[in-house]
Nanobody
Framework: QVQVVESGGGFVQAGGSLRLSCAAS????????IGWFRQAPGKEREFVVF???????DATDSVKGRFTISIDKDKNTAYLQMNSLKTEDTAVYYC????????????????WGQGTQVTVYS
């Protein structure tokens, strides 16, 4: 089964950018739908963006135009490019892979990473 590991989180000033990575092992990432989710302090985990096996994408309204998901098949890695970051983007970001989808529903993803912290300060 595939395993995914996130990296690239950190501290960034509002208006700045970060790129998160989701590296896969034990399987081919492009065979799955890939989703990014996030959990802010005191809140439930929420959908951010997904990419399908056919490379179609969708994102939650609050990040449209700012966040972009992509996949590098040669590196077996998915990315989340985050631009124009806001303090409300502060959260732990999770990468997930699923056979079913693409979907905004967390329960339809089969494999999850441990998360990476993103902190946006003003």
């Amino acid at each position: 089964q595939v395993q995914v590991v996130e990296s690239g989180g950190g501290f960034v000033q509002a208006g700045g950018s970060l790129r998160l990575s989701c590296a896969a092992s034990g399987g081919t990432l492009s065979n799955y739908a890939i989703g990014w989710f996030r959990q802010a302090p005191g809140k439930e985990r929420e959908f951010v963006v997904f990419i399908s096996r056919g490379c179609s994408t969708d994102a939650t309204d609050s990040v449209k135009g700012r966040f972009t998901i992509s996949i590098d098949k040669d590196k077996n890695t998915a990315y989340l490019q985050m631009n124009s970051l806001k303090t409300e983007d502060t959260a732990v970001y999770y990468c997930a892979a699923g056979y079913r989808g693409p979907t905004t529903l967390q329960g339809r993803y089969d494999y999850w990473g441990q998360g990476t912290q993103v902190t946006v300060y003003s």
